[in-house]
């Protein structure tokens, strides 16, 4: 069966500091693959979205980036981290098929401080 | 822009009450239609969706939706709540030629009371 492993679950980090948070998925290959910030009153939020290894779809702009250096993995970045950053991040992934349903990790909180 | 709006943010009902969340959305071609459902401490799961055909769909736990098309609406209902449908709710959006990226609306928060 297919698992997605996502993390560090919680994460406290400075102002200025670097950013990275890894997602993989396990027992499926080319996955369409996710990260949505989930916040209070606001829904969840696409902010990056791959199809394949090295293609990534930028959603929003902001302060992050994300990288699909292999099938399974998906890390979203930042170099400078701001305290905006600050949020619940979801990965998710999906079969490459139009309508198949998302199926998210456990999500990481991220302080900035 | 583009959007999913659902307008009841918090919802409180007594157990066996009727329930129907409001989803609205705002793209003007055709879409495909979902709801998601956080229940408190797991993953968000998928409820239900539509691609096409009869715009009544059923889901899981007894939740059906109906969609709208002349009020680009996709509203959530069930009959008779239960203290387990406690949870966040969340209607998404795929729009056409949108490959599989869905847009979230921004959650109802609904609470059932004993």
């Known amino acids: 069966s297919q698992t997605i492993h996502q993390w560090p679950a919680t994460l406290v980090q400075p102002v200025g500091s670097p950013l990275s948070l890894e997602c993989t998925v396990e027992?499926?290959?080319?996955?369409?693959l996710y990260w949505y910030r989930q916040a209070a009153g606001r829904g969840l939020q696409l902010l990056f979205y791959?199809?394949?290894?090295?293609?990534i779809s930028s959603e929003v702009p902001q302060n992050l980036s994300a990288s699909r250096p292999q099938d399974r993995q998906f890390i979203l970045s930042s170099k400078k981290l701001l305290l905006s950053d600050s949020g619940f991040y979801l990965c998710?992934?999906?079969?490459?098929?139009?309508?198949?349903?998302?199926?998210f990790g456990n999500g990481t909180r991220l302080t900035v401080t | 822009a583009q959007s999913v709006s659902q307008h009841n943010h918090h919802v409180i009902l007594s157990e066996a009450a009727s329930l129907e969340l409001g989803c609205n959305y705002s793209?003007?071609?055709?879409?495909?239609l979902f709801w998601y459902v956080q229940y408190p401490g797991q993953h968000l799961q998928l409820l239900l969706k539509y691609f096409s055909g009869d715009p009544l769909v059923k889901g899981i736990k007894g939740f059906e939706a109906e969609f709208i098309k002349s009020k680009f609406s996709f509203n959530l209902r069930k009959p008779s709540v239960q203290w387990s449908d406690t949870a966040e709710y969340f209607c998404?959006?795929?729009?056409?030629?949108?490959?599989?990226?869905?847009?979230f609306g921004t959650g109802t928060q609904l609470k059932v009371e004993l």
């Open positions: 998404a959006v795929i729009p056409t030629g949108g490959g599989n990226k869905l847009t």
């Open positions: 791959s199809v394949g290894i090295g293609q």
């Open positions: 793209y003007g071609g055709t879409v495909n």
């Open positions: 998710a992934w999906s079969v490459p098929q139009l309508g198949s349903p998302l199926h």
């Open positions: 027992g499926t290959s080319n996955p369409n």
